[in-house]
Every structure is written in structure tokens, then in C-alpha cells.
């Protein structure tokens, strides 16, 4: 199983982004799906998850801002960031709880993808 992660980039104060993260291979089912991210010097931190009942929860430092959703025909997890931040920035990591023939349920990590806030 891997996920993929796309979509981060350099935006300014106040624009917006859309991240995309999708799991591929021998994905049975597919759990909770979030984003963590971390900062320079800092440690990562969740910013939102939604779990296969479609609930959610955010980090309070993004709420109002940022919406996660999927796609569960595509295996996909999103996250939809707007009225970004100069402090948003960070390296975002996609992370999901899979279950597998082979493995069961086992937590599955990104590669990260940079998104940069200029002031």
C-alpha cells in the first residue's frame, strides 16, 4: 500500500489550496484518512481527520479555514485550505488506517508535500 500525496505549493496570505492524497494497492478498506503537518523546528501536529462514517475533526487552529473530505470510490482523501496563513506553513503529511489481506489494519504514511504561506 502507498499513499500519494499532491497539491502542495507557494501561496500568499489569504489564497488558497487543495491537497489530494490517494491509496493505492492492496487497500481492502480504508479507515480514518487525515493530515497531519509539521512546521521547521516544530513537531507534526494533526490538522484534520475524517473517518469512514464521514465525521470530522479539526485542530482548532484551522477550523473555519480548512475542509477535509474523500472519496472513497477513489481512495482519495482531501484537504480543501482556504484564508491561509503565514503560520499554515509546513510540510503536510497524509496518513490513513488500511486494512489488508495480508496485514490487517496497519497506519500508512505519506510522503509529504511542502505548502509555503508568504506574508
Known amino acids: 500500500v502507498q499513499l500519494q500525496a499532491s497539491g502542495g505549493g507557494l501561496v500568499q496570505a489569504g489564497g488558497s489550496l487543495r491537497l489530494s492524497c490517494a491509496a493505492s494497492g492492496s487497500v481492502a478498506s480504508i479507515d480514518a484518512m487525515g493530515w497531519y503537518r509539521q512546521a521547521p523546528g516544530k513537531q507534526r501536529e494533526l490538522v484534520a481527520v475524517?473517518?469512514?462514517?464521514?465525521?470530522?475533526n479539526y485542530a482548532d487552529s484551522v477550523k473555519g479555514r480548512f475542509t477535509i473530505s474523500r472519496d472513497n470510490a477513489k481512495n482519495t482523501v482531501y484537504l480543501q485550505m482556504n484564508s491561509l496563513k503565514p503560520e499554515d506553513t509546513a510540510v503536510y503529511y497524509c496518513?490513513?488506517?488500511?486494512?489488508?489481506?495480508?496485514?490487517?489494519?496497519?497506519?500508512?504514511w505519506g510522503q509529504g508535500t511542502l505548502v509555503t504561506v508568504s506574508s
Open positions: 496518513n490513513a488506517l488500511i486494512w489488508t489481506i495480508v496485514r490487517g489494519t496497519d497506519n500508512y
Open positions: 475524517i473517518r469512514s462514517g464521514a465525521s470530522t
